[in-house]
Structure formats: C-alpha cells, structure tokens
C-alpha cells in the first residue's frame, strides 16, 4: 500500500505570496492532520479533516485554511506569507477521526517551505 | 490541556550501549502516548503508542516504552544501539475526544557513535 504523499516536496515563495500544499492520504483512511515543525516552535498541530470538515484546529492565525476533497485528498493553503511561515509541513492520515480513542497516524515526508 | 517534556535535547551513546530517552507528560484524563522517529528530510514514523492495554509498550527496531502513572512517565528504551538509531525522537500525547490532534514534546536528537 502507498504511504501518504505530499506534493511538492520544496518550495520557495516570497512574503506577501500564497501557497497551496497537497496532501493525499493512504488508500482507505479518512481522516487527515496536518502539522508544522520549525526549529523554534517544534510541531505544531494545525488541523484536522474528516469527511471533508474540519474537526479540530489548532492555535493558527486564519491565514491558514485547509480543506478536504471528496477522496479524502487535502489541501492547506497560507495566505500572505510571511518569514515566520518557513517551515517543514507534514501531513498525516489515519483511517477514522479518533472518536473513542486515537487511531494510529501515519505521516508523510512534508513539504519543505521557504519564505524570502 | 495535555503537554509533554523531552528531558535533554541531545543524546549521545555509544553503539550497543543502552539508549534511554525521557518523556514526562501532563494529563488530566488519561493519555494516549506515541513515540515517533523522524530520519533526516522524512517525515515521522511510528515507533510505539500506548493506550492503556499494557504498561509494558513493545514497538518497532528493539524499542520499548513503559508507561508508570505514578511518575507520569513514558520512557523510550533500547537494549542496544546501532548506528541507523540515530535520530530525532519525539515523545507525543493525546488523549480521547481531542479527534486525532497529537501534541509533540520538543524532541530528542539521538547520536550513536562507535
């Protein structure tokens, strides 16, 4: 089974610019998490997607949105970027939304993204 | 709200020594706890997880983990190192009804030097 990938695995923008991330899960899961990690701030929850709503959202200013298609795929966007936005981004799916308990989540190799 | 503390940034032992990675949670119901690895340029892969089946928590590559409520503890061991051990580890908590959100201590870098 393919793990969980995300597209592109680096990227490069400019403060003021937008960026959309991608993110598909493995086949079959239906919920996805996405979280960044930086050195200062470690990692970070951001938000979670189940059935195409978000479930849980984390301490993120509104700048950061996600959604999530139909076949489970994910999107998060950032608007207006800024320096402190540079960081590894990572994607994680699991196949339910850990209701009674917390499913097992299996993460993705990230983005890579650079704000100058 | 749950958090986690990784004791120590930086570990460094020597290969086939015992490696022992700290981790203090604080929870006011009871946790599930994880504990990732995170390769150079990867993301993270799963180690361990308890979830109140067994204290005694066995995972992937000779890791294990024991759960000690008392010391509100969930420490990561290995009888052995080897030099694909070295790593970044992080210690992660969640507990039920919070949906899948995973909250990470600040990690630990493992060396493992001959």
């Known amino acids: 089974k393919a793990g969980v990938t995300q597209t592109p695995r680096y990227l490069i923008k400019t403060r003021g610019q937008q960026v959309t991330l991608s993110c598909s899960p493995i086949?079959?899961?239906?919920?996805v998490s996405w979280y960044q990690q930086t050195p200062g701030q470690g990692l970070q929850f951001l938000f979670e997607?189940?059935?195409?709503?978000?479930?849980n959202k984390g301490n993120f200013p509104g700048r950061f949105s996600g959604r999530q298609f139909s076949n489970s795929r994910s999107e998060m966007n950032v608007s207006t970027l800024e320096l402190g936005d540079s960081a590894l981004y990572l994607c994680?799916?699991?196949?339910?939304?850990?209701?009674?308990?917390?499913?097992?989540?299996?993460f993705g190799p990230g983005t890579r993204l650079l704000v100058l | 709200a749950q958090s986690v503390t990784q004791l120590g940034s930086h570990v460094s032992v020597s290969e086939g020594a015992l490696v022992l990675l700290r981790c203090n949670y604080s929870?006011?119901?009871?946790?599930?706890l994880f504990w990732y690895v995170q390769y150079p340029n990867q993301g993270l892969q799963l180690l361990l997880k308890?979830?109140?089946?067994?204290?005694l928590v066995k995972g992937i590559n000779g890791f294990e983990a024991e759960f000690k409520k008392s010391e509100t503890s969930f420490h990561l061991t290995k009888p052995s190192a080897h030099m694909s051990d070295a790593a970044e580890y992080f210690c992660?908590?969640?507990?039920?009804?919070?949906?899948?959100?995973?909250?990470f201590g600040t990690g630990t870098q493992l060396k493992v030097e001959l």
């Open positions: 308890y979830t109140s089946a067994a204290t």
């Open positions: 929870s006011s119901v009871p946790p599930y």
């Open positions: 086949s079959g899961h239906r919920s």
């Open positions: 994680a799916s699991s196949p339910q939304p850990g209701q009674v308990g917390v499913e097992t989540q299996y």
């Open positions: 997607y189940f059935s195409e709503t978000q479930r």
């Open positions: 992660a908590v969640s507990v039920a009804g919070g949906g899948n959100k995973l909250t």
